[in-house]
């Protein structure tokens, strides 16, 4: 069975940092485009990062570049995102994904799984 499992959200402070880990099974994780997403309460979900299969080529949101970081290791079927320099308006659910080429850089063409997601708060 496919599964997508994050953790390491939590409750942190302005500026702190925060490590998301999502742990894959059930299929071929290193063939697989992954992607974080979020969600903040009332609106839409954005796209946040996401790194190839091929050469690890990584793609940002704006309203992350220079501060987030995502990574993976094959071995281990799992995909990180390090977030430096939060702000309140990080706050969100992050969802871990998995595409094909045809999902594109910012996933607009549809993610083959999905988490269920991790909270991330930040308070002022």
């Known amino acids: 069975q496919v599964q997508l499992v994050e953790s390491g959200g939590g409750l942190v402070q302005a500026g702190d940092s925060l490590r998301l880990s999502c742990a894959a099974s059930g299929f071929t994780f290193s063939t697989y485009v992954m992607y974080w997403f979020r969600q903040a309460p009332g609106k839409e979900r954005e796209f946040v990062a996401s790194?190839?299969?091929?050469?690890?080529?990584?793609y940002y949101g704006d309203s992350v570049k220079g501060r987030f970081s995502i990574s993976r290791e094959n071995a281990k079927n799992t995909v990180y995102l390090q977030m430096n320099s939060l702000k309140p308006e990080d706050t969100a659910v992050y969802y871990c994904?998995?595409?094909?080429?045809?999902?594109?850089?910012?996933?607009?063409?549809?993610?083959?799984?999905w988490g269920k997601g991790t909270m991330v708060t930040v308070s002022s």
């Open positions: 994904a998995a595409g094909t080429r045809g999902s594109g850089f910012t996933g607009g063409g549809g993610m083959a799984y």
């Open positions: 790194i190839s299969w091929s050469s690890y080529t990584t």
